[in-house]
């Protein structure tokens, strides 16, 4: 009987199952089990020795009046030195909890990416895919089986993390608030790791440095901004809201963001998981992943400020966001050549006269199919971007400004439509490492001309026009007159024309081609 709950574990989840049985191997458990309780045997002991002896003068943990970085020691009658118990104990719970997630983070991230990596190199993850087991519940298993060695590690040390919680006065809902902050951050990076690794990501060292760099970021941020006795979360205000002053609504809204990160995270993973030629996001997914992005910024843009902050200056922030934002989504959204070719080969065999392309709703696959080309999706993505931030930028004071505004987000969306032909026309190519030769010039593009502008003019004051062809357009829009605005406008649009034709032409002509070599195929059959 005492084994019903193994068995029912093996139901629920057959691959957790497996995981787990793998894992917590007698000898695994040994090692977890001896290295946890001696980390925090060092622990106790590193800060036992910090304490001030009776004949020290000033320590962080003496009760006297403060000096420099730390106070005068102060005695008793018996000649014992008064220690701040509460501060030291404070200083190990702060320790741990800081160490945790970390260490949580860090050895999930890297097990998962490496573990996925081996099985598709032995190849047992098609037999994955190949199993009776929906994707969703092989990932799941993966997600929590595979780190199943640190989350032990970790629980054992909890007892210690709860006995200085007390001992420092620190109160339940800040202990819990951190456990519940942990599990959000720890579901979103896993399930990056996870997608990362369905991608055809297998070094996980890559996870580890993403983990320490986003992580120090953080850590920098609290020990710069902290709540009480302990920390304030970024940000402070999201839609007015002073949330930043409230360790509650701080908590809220990070369980809220990761969350909701974690969701269409999950979503590609499972979605490439399943079908690994498929793009990891679909077009119609992202519309609304886009609007959910657009509106998580535009909480951070829309709050009190004081007259010496023009709303303009966030928008630049967005704007530049923004140019990111949308790589990511053009990869993500890029269908690969062999996709592209069967699509123009599709449209050419089905479509023959332009009342039949309009009766064949190819707008319709341009907007939700999945091996068409993608431009038609960034750019209605784009317009949902301007569609959120619009009602913002009209709510403002000042004409002069919503003009920059606009014209920030009419040449920022025409930079990126560029970016979006010219890696949709390198996905075109034959060579192997299109993908990775469209990543890179599209990289240069926006990196190169700004750092030789920046060297050649020191400011985008001096030579605005140049600077609004360029990513960086929205430095130099306050500097720009109207008709520089218009003719960059016109640039953008010519050479986003000529790509275009490009594309359509090489499109059309590799239907020809595909069409040809069938129709050779069958006759010679």
């Avoid at 019903?4 to 089990?33: C, H, M, S």
């Avoid at 008793?76 to 983070?105: H, T």
């Avoid at 600077?467 to 829009?477: M, P, T």
């Amino acid at each position: 009987m005492s084994l019903n709950w193994f068995y029912k574990l093996g139901d629920w989840n057959p691959q957790f199952f497996r995981e787990f049985k793998g894992r917590l191997k007698p000898r695994n458990l040994a090692i977890t089990v001896v290295t946890s309780l001696l980390a925090q045997t060092l622990v106790m002991a590193y800060f036992w020795l910090a304490l001030p002896g009776n004949d020290t003068e000033k320590s962080n943990y003496c009760t006297g009046e403060p000096s420099y970085s730390s106070w005068k020691c102060l005695h008793d009658a018996a000649g014992n030195v008064i220690i701040n118990w509460k501060l030291w104990w404070f200083y190990i719970f702060e320790l741990l909890s800081w160490s945790l997630p970390f260490i949580v983070l860090i050895a999930g991230v890297y097990m998962l990416i490496s573990d996925l990596g081996r099985e598709e190199r032995r190849g047992t993850l098609n037999f994955l895919r190949l199993s009776p087991q929906p994707s969703q519940s092989i990932l799941l298993g993966k997600l929590l089986g595979v780190p199943i060695v640190p989350f032990l590690a970790v629980l054992l040390v909890l007892p210690l993390h709860w006995v200085s919680a007390v001992g420092a006065g620190v109160s339940i809902n800040g202990v819990l608030s951190i456990y519940l902050f942990t599990l959000a951050v720890a579901s979103c990076y896993f399930t990056g790791a996870l997608l990362f690794a369905v991608l055809g990501g297998s070094q996980g060292w890559l996870g580890v440095l993403v983990v320490w760099f986003t992580f120090s970021i953080f850590f920098q941020y609290a020990l710069m901004s902290r709540f009480g006795e302990y920390y304030a979360l970024l940000p402070h205000q999201f839609f007015g809201v002073l949330i930043g002053d409230s360790l509650t609504l701080s908590v809220a809204f990070w369980l809220v963001t990761f969350g909701v990160a974690t969701f269409w995270l999950w979503q590609a993973a499972n979605r490439r998981f399943r079908n690994p030629a498929a793009t990891p996001v679909s077009k119609r997914q992202s519309y609304l992943l886009t609007a959910c992005f657009e509106f998580w910024l535009l909480g951070f843009v829309v709050r009190n400020r004081s007259e010496f902050e023009p709303p303009i200056h966030d928008l630049t922030v967005v704007a530049l966001v923004n140019v990111f934002w949308f790589v990511i989504l053009m990869a993500a959204l890029m269908p690969q050549r062999q996709k592209l070719l069967d699509w123009a080969r599709y449209r050419r065999e089905r479509v023959s006269s332009r009342q039949q392309f309009w009766n064949h709703s190819v707008m319709k696959e341009l907007i939700r199919g999945e091996k068409s080309p993608a431009l038609l999706a960034i750019s209605l993505n784009l317009l949902v971007a301007v569609a959120v931030f619009t009602p913002w930028i009209l709510s403002w004071d000042e004409a002069g400004q919503k003009f920059q505004a606009f014209s920030t987000l009419l040449l920022g969306s025409m930079f990126v439509l560029i970016c979006a032909a010219i890696a949709q026309l390198m996905m075109l190519m034959k060579t192997p490492k299109r993908t990775l030769l469209a990543a890179w010039t599209v990289g240069a593009i926006i990196f190169v001309p700004p750092v030789l502008l920046g060297l050649l003019f020191s400011s985008p004051e001096y030579f605005p026009i140049a600077w609004l062809v360029s990513a960086f357009a929205f430095a130099a829009i306050k500097h720009a007159t109207a008709m520089e605005i218009f003719i960059s406008f016109l640039a953008h649009l010519s050479v986003f024309s000529l790509l275009t034709n490009r594309l359509a032409h090489q499109l059309r002509k590799a239907g020809e081609s595909e069409t040809k070599a069938l129709l050779a195929g069958s006759q010679r059959g």
